[in-house]
């Protein structure tokens, strides 16, 4: 089942994410590339409750098994905005032992559902450049690079120097 995220999610969502996106094990990890954690309790529930992100989250057996979000996104100045006229898929996350059951997909699909709705013909994403298995299956889904880079939001994190690449995919 798809759902808004609840303030009540978050602690099952934080280990979910910071598992997802910085540990070993699921194929879709940051381990080697960034440190820290992805994200702690406190910033999932400020966007949990922020008027311009839309955190949706995936249950399976009554339990929060992955989340993806929705942010307004200005493309022409790439950066998120809460006049942006588009939107930004981010903070997505599957449970690791999960992972290639076709949960991610049905978050992204989803996202696409919702930014239609919200008349979006765009949606955009950044993965870091180096990520060559993401890139790929962001394309199967339909999902481009635009040519642009974006410069990593916490440089001191990365183990290795790289930027976002840019994504979109046309919703139309």
């Known amino acids: 089942m798809l759902r808004l995220a609840l303030k009540t999610d978050a602690p099952q969502l934080v280990p979910i994410i910071n598992t997802a996106y910085r540990k ?3 194929w879709t990890t940051e381990a080697g ?5 992805r994200i702690n309790e ?6 949990i409750e922020s008027e311009h992100e839309h955190l949706y989250v995936y249950e399976h057996e ?8 929705l942010e307004k996104y200005d493309p022409q ?3 998120v905005s809460p006049t942006g006229s588009s939107f930004l898929l981010g903070l997505f996350a599957v449970d690791p032992a999960l992972q290639g059951k076709g949960i991610g997909k049905k978050l992204v699909q989803h996202c696409e559902s919702v930014s239609r709705d ?7 994403m950044w993965v870091l450049e180096s990520r060559n298995e993401i890139l790929s299956w962001y ?3 339909g999902y481009h690079p635009t040519g642009e880079k974006k410069p990593f939001v916490f440089p001191d994190l990365l ?9 979109s995919k046309d919703l139309q």
Do not use: N, P, W
Request: proline share 0%; aromatic share 10%.
């Open 62 to 69: 009554s339990k929060v098994r992955g989340c993806i979000c």
């Open 139 to 141: 394309a199967r889904m």
């Open 77 to 79: 100045a790439f950066q």
């Open 159 to 167: 183990l290795q120097q790289q930027d976002f690449v840019i994504l």
């Open 24 to 26: 070993q094990g699921g």
């Open 118 to 124: 919200f008349g979006v013909k765009t949606l955009y």
């Open 42 to 47: 406190e910033q999932l529930i400020h966007v």
């Open 33 to 37: 590339l960034v440190a820290g954690e």
